[in-house]
């Protein structure tokens, strides 16, 4: 049976001395003997108990566990006793972490148009968050009530250019044209836009938004606050939500 000093134990289990020592003071891991100056000696028994100290420390168990485990008659039980326990909070500390994720995600997703804003606290924040989600279902909602019509206009073309028949086109055309207005009126009518210069949100003119030259996400526009012409940010029109 080998024989460990203490420095030799922490060396070949990569642990430090001052860990033994502690483990020691603790009645965790006792040395199998001491030489008259109070040095300290491990064996390989002692070797294998502390590798699964070390095992069950890798696990999350707390080293008061950890000796009940060691020092209980039916050891094997009471290791499967705590290990169920400690499954059970690694899977809720595992799902919080998720949730975090998830919303440190978001929050990377909407970083580009909460820098367009000026945030004051949290609130601004899920402020933020909210109203993207709710302009994201009307952008949606104007896909989805688009798809018809692009079905029916190219259908009554199809129609057209193959029995030389186009009043079904021409009467496709005026309730495309129709629609289209509508699903206009409906987009201007969900949203306001937010002045990247004073922070003024604001409903302009309807046909000055629908002229401005615009992006995805924001219309040149000019605010009625500061009077600055900008690319004003797109955000769903809250009064909607009361």
Same mark, same amino acid.
């Given at each position: 049976?080998?024989?460990?000093?203490?420095?030799?134990?922490?060396?070949?289990?990569?642990?430090?001395?001052?860990?033994?020592q502690y483990y020691d003071k603790k009645g965790l891991l006792v040395p199998s003997s001491k030489n008259t100056s109070g040095k300290r000696f491990y064996n390989d028994v002692d070797l294998k108990k502390l590798k699964l100290i070390l095992l069950l420390k890798s696990?999350?168990?707390?080293?008061?566990?950890?000796?009940?485990?060691?020092?209980?008659?039916?050891?094997?039980?009471?290791?499967?006793?705590?290990?169920?326990?400690?499954?059970?909070?690694?899977?809720?500390?595992?799902?919080?972490?998720?949730?975090?994720?998830?919303?440190?995600?978001? +929050?990377?997703? @909407?970083?580009?148009?909460? #820098?367009?804003?000026?945030?004051?606290?949290? /609130? !601004?924040?899920? $402020?933020?968050?909210?109203?993207?989600?709710?302009?994201?279902?009307?952008?949606?909602?104007?896909?989805?009530?688009?798809?018809?019509?692009?079905?029916?206009?190219?259908?009554?073309?199809?129609?057209?250019?193959?029995?030389?028949?186009?009043?079904?086109?021409?009467?496709?055309?005026?309730?495309?044209?129709?629609?289209?207005?509508?699903?206009?009126?409906?987009?201007?009518?969900?949203?306001?836009?937010?002045?990247?210069?004073?922070?003024?949100?604001?409903?302009?003119?309807?046909?000055?938004?629908?002229?401005?030259?615009?992006?995805?996400?924001?219309?040149?526009? +000019?605010?009625? @606050?500061?009077?600055?012409? #900008?690319?004003?940010?797109?955000?769903?029109? /809250? !009064?909607?939500? $009361?």
């Open positions: 049976m080998s024989i460990y000093t203490t420095g030799e134990l922490a060396k070949v289990s990569h642990v430090s001395v001052r860990t033994l696990l999350g168990l707390k080293l008061s566990e950890i000796k009940q485990i060691t020092e209980a008659p039916n050891a094997v039980k009471t290791l499967s006793l705590m290990l169920t326990e400690q499954e059970k909070i690694v899977k809720a500390e595992l799902k919080d972490s998720q949730q975090q994720l998830r919303m440190i995600e978001s +929050v990377k997703n @909407n970083l580009t148009d909460l #820098n367009q804003l000026t945030l004051n606290s949290i /609130d !601004d924040i899920n $402020k933020v968050m909210n109203n993207k989600k709710a302009l994201r279902k009307v952008h949606i909602n104007m896909v989805l009530m688009g798809l018809p019509l692009n079905i029916i206009e190219l259908g009554t073309l199809i129609y057209g250019i193959f029995k030389g028949n186009w009043i079904p086109f021409i009467i496709a055309m005026i309730f495309v044209c129709i629609e289209a207005a509508w699903i206009t009126k409906y987009y201007f009518n969900s949203t306001k836009y937010t002045c990247p210069n004073c922070n003024t949100t604001f409903k302009p003119d309807f046909w000055k938004a629908f002229w401005a030259p615009h992006t995805p996400k924001t219309r040149k526009l +000019v605010c009625p @606050n500061c009077g600055q012409k #900008n690319n004003c940010v797109e955000v769903y029109d /809250d !009064d909607k939500l $009361k």
